[in-house]
């Protein structure tokens, strides 16, 4: 599972990259791996990776809406953006991808909080990802399609 852990933490770093430029996360994947292929420092993007950060960003107004619903008093412009993004990652994974155990994306989503944010990160992660797990049957709602 090591692979999945850091393949959580390059989605995550992804995802903040793409916060702070203002830039999709489309855009900041394609960088990191065109940067993987041309060099030998950086490493490749793994699959899962990919997906978790192709998974977020088909559901990210979904998850945004659910985050700024169930966060409560923080606002996601006020909430730091370490915090928001581990959230937001924590969310697609937890809500949509149903391979992984609910207690093992919130235990790295909080083992990410511990690493990159403040001490009371860990905490607020546990506890709003933990609502949504209480909660995930009624989360996913079909979106409709763009025309």
Do not use: C
């Amino acid at each position: 599972m090591a692979a999945r852990n850091k393949a959580r933490k390059r989605a995550f770093q992804i995802l903040f990259e793409a916060d702070q430029r203002g830039a999709s996360v489309q855009t900041v994947l394609a960088d990191w791996i065109r940067h993987a292929r041309t060099d030998d420092r950086q490493p490749p993007v793994s699959e899962y990776t990919m997906e978790l950060v192709e998974g977020y960003a088909e559901h990210a107004d979904r998850i945004d809406e659910l985050i700024s619903t169930y966060a409560v008093g923080w606002t996601l412009d006020r909430m730091p953006v370490v915090d928001r993004n581990i959230v937001r990652l924590g969310t697609y994974e937890l809500v949509w991808v149903d391979g992984t155990p609910d207690a093992v994306v919130i235990d790295e989503a909080v083992q990410l909080a511990k690493e990159f944010s403040t001490d009371d990160s860990p905490s607020f992660v546990n506890g709003l990802l933990g609502r949504f797990k209480d909660l995930k049957p009624g989360l996913r709602r079909v979106e409709a399609p763009d025309r």
